[in-house]
């Protein structure tokens, strides 16, 4: 299942959840972002002073005939789409095809000063028009969501004890001088769902039918020390 929701700040995606239950080869290979997203021109004066941006699908598994996905896109730096965000969105194929059904939860934030909470509409108005942020969000964020038990049919833990949550806040930044390993990076830019709730106003794992308030606070203060690992499990062998 997908939702999207739209921003009431302004006509752009903030969010965008999908349930992944089995992953299609042809379908879901990742796409190089460079052949599939468009870049928004700017003045031949300005190529040499402002990055260039481009735009990404919060839906990772998308291909080109996807339009309903494709028109859920927000504005990235170029760098951000074809790095960090390339990377992150490999990362969590890799977890589809290796624990199958996820949920993941896709989404921008807007922290133009750098206090560690959403910008209200003022400052996302003043700051983001500024000619170096250029309306473009401050970070992206994901949280993945896997089940060690059975998955039943609300999109619930059959057994929440068993819920596990690996959530990113990724800097979306012009010429990133990053020289980490791919996975290193996204480690560094691991964060709380709680520290994502304070940057974009949102609340996760609140409908209590699902997620008992103790597991909702596990899952929710949870601190990553690090990423999942692929290794084989019992079935696999």
């Known amino acids: ?139 992206i964020y994901q949280i993945i969501i896997r089940c060690d038990a059975a998955w039943v049919k609300d999109n619930s833990c059959q057994n929440t004890t068993m819920a596990n949550v690996l959530s990113f806040v990724l800097p979306n930044q012009p010429n990133d001088i990053n020289c980490l390993p791919a996975n290193d990076y996204l480690l560094q830019n691991t964060a709380r769902v709680r520290d994502i709730e304070l940057l974009t106003g949102l609340e996760f794992f609140s409908d209590r039918k699902i997620w008992p308030r103790d597991e909702a606070m596990r899952l929710r203060t949870h601190v990553n020390q690090e990423l999942w690992q692929l290794v084989p499990t019992v079935k696999d062998q």
């Not at 990055?51 to 005939?65: I, Q, R, W």
């Not at 504005?75 to 624990?99: I, P």
């Open 1 to 139: 299942g997908i939702v999207v929701a739209q921003s009431k700040i302004a006509d752009r995606s903030l969010d965008c959840k999908i349930t992944v239950d089995s992953i299609d080869e042809e379908l879901c290979d990742v796409p190089d972002a460079a052949s599939t997203i468009t870049t928004l021109r700017t003045p031949t004066a300005l190529q040499s002073v402002v990055s260039k941006v481009t735009k990404v699908a919060l839906y990772p598994f998308g291909n080109g005939d996807d339009h309903y996905f494709l028109s859920q896109q927000v504005g990235v730096y170029e760098d951000f789409a074809n790095g960090a965000w390339k990377n992150m969105q490999e990362l969590t194929l890799q977890y589809a095809r290796h624990f199958g059904r996820l949920i993941v939860i896709s989404g921008v934030i807007y922290d133009y000063d750098h206090d560690g909470l959403a910008d209200g509409l003022d400052a996302i108005r003043i700051l983001g028009s500024n000619m170096s942020n250029r309306n473009l969000s401050t970070h």
